[in-house]
């Protein structure tokens, strides 16, 4: 069965950094992409990047281009969202999914709140 | 960027009405568009993909049509389950971009 797990809720303060993260499981990790999206609190869905976990390929919008970091770490067929310093404005639901055709199986979703 | 006009931005219909979402490119995208059901504290559902390829498990009320710029999901006879915000992907070129959504709800 294909899954994907995220990383639990995250409460931090402006300025201080974060990497949340997306474990695949039920199928060949590193054969598909995996995207990161976003959805601030009342707003529609954001897409901010997406990573080819066979090479670390990495596209991101250009909303979000230098903001975060995706990465990869294939010996846990892990992918990772990171802020190097977090903004009030980050506070939003973080989802990745999987990218066949489309975005097929979806994480969890993983709570990001900064407030000081 | 492509731009993904969808509306309309809500709706409010019976059950067991006919209900269609639009979605409207900035330019021609092919067959390359997903729709995705979002409800609140759930992550997104595939329903269709390459705009008229119904998702495994997809109940068939919900359908796709549309190819170049302009898109449509229908849902043949509206379900309470079908409560929901409907999201529209283009998926032809990067960066990918959503549509603004469209909050369906039951009267």
């Known amino acids: 069965e294909v899954q994907l797990v995220q990383s639990g809720a995250e409460v931090k303060k402006p300025g201080e950094s974060l990497k949340i993260s997306c474990k695949g499981s039920g199928y060949y990790f590193t054969s598909y992409w995996i995207g990161w999206v976003r959805q601030m609190p009342g707003k529609g869905l954001e897409w901010m990047g997406i990573i080819f976990p066979g090479d670390s390929d990495t596209i991101y919008s250009p909303s979000f281009q230098g903001q975060v970091t995706i990465s990869v770490d294939k010996s846990t067929n892990t992918a990772h969202l990171q802020w190097s310093s977090l903004k009030a404005s980050d506070t939003a639901m973080y989802y990745c999914a999987r990218r066949v055709e489309a975005f097929d199986y979806w994480g969890q979703g993983t709570l990001v709140t900064v407030s000081s | ?107």
């Open chain 2, 1 to 107: 960027a492509i731009q993904m006009t969808q509306s309309p931005s809500s709706l409010s219909a019976s059950v067991g009405d006919r209900v269609t979402i639009t979605c409207r490119a900035s330019q021609g995208i092919g067959t390359d568009l997903g729709w995705y059901q979002h409800k609140p504290g759930k992550a997104p559902k595939l329903l269709i993909s390459g705009a008229t390829t119904l998702h495994s498990g997809v109940p068939s009320r919900f359908g796709g049509s549309g190819t170049g710029t302009d898109f449509t999901l229908a849902i043949s006879s509206l379900q309470p389950e079908d409560s929901a915000t409907y999201y529209c992907l283009q998926d032809a070129s990067y960066p990918l971009t959503f549509g603004g959504g469209t909050k369906v709800e039951i009267k």
